[in-house]
């Protein structure tokens, strides 16, 4: 059987790289992997790590790109990708330009599609905007959906997709994230930009990320203007933020913190996986509005602001382990204040919550797969035999 895995950002890169690793030792699948390159040196990153080599690089990405221009570029470029591979089946993740792209050409290609985290919803196709009408789209198109969680099932049937097309998996992330969090258990990687003094110190240390393109201007002006606040009111504690590579994220970001007093705001370049997860071990907490952080935090019992309004990653909010928190400064100088100054709190938010996996979606999403297809399904220990580098 052949698959085409096809994918393009960084989170795409990290969740599909254990499906692409199992179907890759395994007799039964040609995997063939597409990667759009929508980001360029963020998911070369990934790829790294996982020993990824792409069969088919579309090499797609531009400066400061348009969701327009990137659209009909890859619509352009996967459509003559597909009509030359002619894969059995398209397997895409998520909710970004490239898995809806890829959705669109191989229907207009009759190829049948798997989404991979299909059913997360807002219910508000502004926020998170565009991803939200990207995994409805998706969804429309997809024949088979692999549902991390009930509530995304529900979600997909509350749309009509038919319940025998939804299988409920858990989230690959949870499998990526625990292959990582046995490598760095071992040995503590280096953290480009992050000296290993500064990490083994025993005060607190802020993890922060932030790219959403709802949050482009006045709100990510807020946030960082929250983060400002917090490094002078907390000089003891180090805050860490590898800044997204988006130029509106890098300049908003480098103009306002860049020049801080306090001298404990350390602005890094994006960091490659293990080191990312290494440090999610190290952070007191985590400030945030990305969604596998949201994920992969809880499974680490780290506590998580969320600098969102809506989140549809509903299931650790009940959990306990996060807390929207929203671009409003006060909120988060408030929230993030609490968690630095009262241990007993802190360690409340701090429980080990799983509600996103088990480590064992790659398995469930593999069976769900030869079950349909009628192919022999995978071994036990087929899955994830690689040595991840870093
Ligand atoms: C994209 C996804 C978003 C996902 C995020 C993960 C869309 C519309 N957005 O947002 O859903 O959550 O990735 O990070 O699909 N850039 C680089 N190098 C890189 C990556 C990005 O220079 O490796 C810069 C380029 O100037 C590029 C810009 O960032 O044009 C924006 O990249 P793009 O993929 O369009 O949007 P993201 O904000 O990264
Ligand atoms: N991540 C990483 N390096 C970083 C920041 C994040 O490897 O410097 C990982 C993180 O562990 C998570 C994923 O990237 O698995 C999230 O990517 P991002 O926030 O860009 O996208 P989203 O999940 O919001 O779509």
Known sequence: MKVSVILGTRPEAIKLAPIILAMKANCEYTCDVCVTAQH??????????????????????????????????????????LARERPDIVLVQGDTTTVFTAALAAFYHGIPVGHVEAGLRTWNLRSPWPEEANRVLTSRLAKLHFAPTESARQNLLREGVPDNDIFVT????????????????????????LSSELISRETPLVLITGHRRESFGEKLEAIC??????????????????????????????????????????????????????????????ITDSGGVQEEAPALGKPVLV??????RPEALTGGTVKLVGADRQAIVREASRLLSDAAYCHAMSRICLPYGDGKATQRILDAIAARFDVAPVQQEELLPVAVGQ
């Open 40 to 81: 360029r040196q963020m998911l070369d990153q990934v790829l790294e790590v996982f020993g990824i080599t792409p069969d088919a690089d579309l090499d797609l990405m531009t400066d400061g790109q348009t969701l327009s221009g990137l659209t009909a570029r890859a619509m352009t470029a996967l459509d003559g990708y």
């Open 170 to 193: 858990g989230n690959t992330v949870i499998d990526a994230l625990y292959l990582a969090v046995d490598r760095v258990r071992s040995s503590f990687p280096q953290v480009p930009g």
């Open 225 to 286: 203007a929250a983060i400002l606040e917090l490094a002078e009111a907390f000089p003891e504690v180090q805050f860490v933020y590898p800044v997204h590579l988006n130029p509106q994220v890098r300049d908003t970001v480098m103009r306002m913190l860049s020049g801080s007093s306090s001298g404990n705001i350390h602005l890094i370049a994006p960091l490659s996986y293990l080191p990312f997860v290494a440090l999610m071990e190290r952070a007191t907490l985590l």
């Open 307 to 312: 600098t969102r309004d809506t989140t549809e």
